[in-house]
C-alpha cells in the first residue's frame, strides 16, 4: 500500500510541475522586468562566451562596445514598439480562445501537442515567412538592410532592426496567432524561446562540427545564420529561419558556406564605412537607395 501511494506521489509530480510551468507561462506578459531578464541575461552570457570562442575575427570601427551602443540603439526603439504591440498580442489570443478561432482551437489538442504546434506556426509565420518577404519585396527590403548592414555580427546584431521592420515582424506575429490560436502560455514560450535563439544565431561564437551538424538538423545554429550574413547574393537570400532550420531545409532556401569565406556588410545599398552610423541607417530607408 505504502509502495502505490509513493509510486502515485512521483508520478503526480511531473504533471503538476509541468501545469506550474504552464501557469507560469500564462501571465509572464504581465512581467516585463521578468522578460527583460531573459533579453538582457541572453545577450550577457553570449557576450562572454564571445571572446572564448569567436566565430570570426571582429574588426570595430572603434571597439565592441561603441559598436554594441549602436545596435543598442535600435533594440531599445525595437522593444518599446513590442511593447506596445504585446497588449494587442493578448488580445488576440485571447480572442482566439473565446471564439474558438485557429488551428489549435479546432483541432482541441492536450497542452504538450498545443506548445508544439503552436512553436511550429509561430516559427514559420514569426520567423521564416516574414524574413523572406523582407528580401523578396524591394520596399520592406529597405529596412531590413540596417540589420545587414552591419559589418561586425556580434550577440547585439540580434535586434537590430529599424522601427518600420520591428512594427512589420509584428505583424506578422499576428498572423500566426490567428492562423495557430496559440494561448497565451504556448504564444510565451516561444517568444522566451525566440529572444534565447536570436542572441545564440547571432553570438560570434563556433561550435564545435558534430555539434553544430547535429543541433543544425533541428534548430538554426551560428554558423548556419552567418551564411545569411554573408554580404553577397545568393547567400544573403538564404538560412530565414528563426529557431528552426526546418522550414529551410523542407522549402529549398538553405545554404552552407565555409566560415573562412563569410564576409559581413553589404556589397552596394550603404557605404559599408557608415554601418555605425545611427542617424544615417535611420533615415536612409526613405531616400534614395542604389
Avoid at 55 to 70: E, G, R, S
Avoid at 180 to 198: R, W
Amino acid at each position: 500500500m505504502l509502495i502505490a501511494e509513493g509510486f502515485f506521489i512521483f508520478s503526480i509530480q511531473p504533471i503538476a510541475m509541468f501545469q506550474n510551468i504552464i501557469d507560469h507561462f500564462q501571465t509572464l506578459e504581465h512581467r516585463p522586468l521578468e522578460r527583460m531578464i531573459f533579453l538582457v541575461g541572453g545577450l550577457l552570457i553570449f557576450w562572454v562566451i564571445e571572446g572564448a570562442i569567436p566565430f570570426l575575427p571582429m574588426h570595430y570601427k572603434k571597439n565592441k562596445t561603441q559598436h554594441a551602443a549602436v545596435n543598442f540603439g535600435f533594440t531599445v526603439i525595437h522593444l518599446i514598439i513590442h511593447t506596445f504591440l504585446a497588449i494587442l498580442i493578448v488580445k488576440l489570443s485571447d480572442w482566439c480562445s473565446n471564439n474558438r478561432f485557429g488551428l489549435l482551437q479546432w483541432l482541441n489538442l492536450k497542452t504538450g501537442a498545443t506548445i508544439f504546434v503552436s512553436f511550429l506556426v509561430l516559427d514559420f509565420f514569426g520567423g521564416w515567412l516574414v524574413h523572406i518577404t523582407e528580401h523578396k519585396v524591394k520596399f520592406l527590403w529597405r529596412f531590413h538592410v540596417v540589420h545587414h548592414a552591419d559589418n561586425n555580427v556580434d550577440v547585439t546584431t540580434g535586434l537590430r532592426h529599424h522601427p518600420i521592420e520591428s512594427l512589420l515582424r509584428g505583424l506578422f506575429f499576428f498572423m500566426g496567432i490567428i492562423a495557430s490560436g496559440a494561448p497565451m502560455y504556448a504564444v510565451m514560450i516561444f517568444q522566451t524561446l525566440l529572444v534565447i535563439s536570436t542572441a545564440f544565431t547571432h553570438a560570434n561564437i563556433v561550435l564545435p562540427t558534430w555539434a553544430d551538424k547535429i543541433l543544425g538538423y533541428i534548430l538554426v545554429t551560428p554558423a548556419m545564420h552567418k551564411v545569411h550574413h554573408h554580404w553577397k547574393q545568393p547567400f544573403t537570400d538564404s538560412n530565414y529561419g528563426a529557431v528552426l532550420s526546418i522550414w529551410d531545409r523542407t522549402l529549398g532556401t538553405l545554404l552552407h558556406l565555409d566560415r573562412n569565406e563569410i564576409h559581413y556588410g553589404l556589397d552596394r545599398y550603404y557605404d559599408n564605412t557608415q554601418d555605425e552610423n545611427f542617424s544615417m541607417l535611420m533615415t536612409k530607408p526613405f531616400g534614395k537607395m542604389e
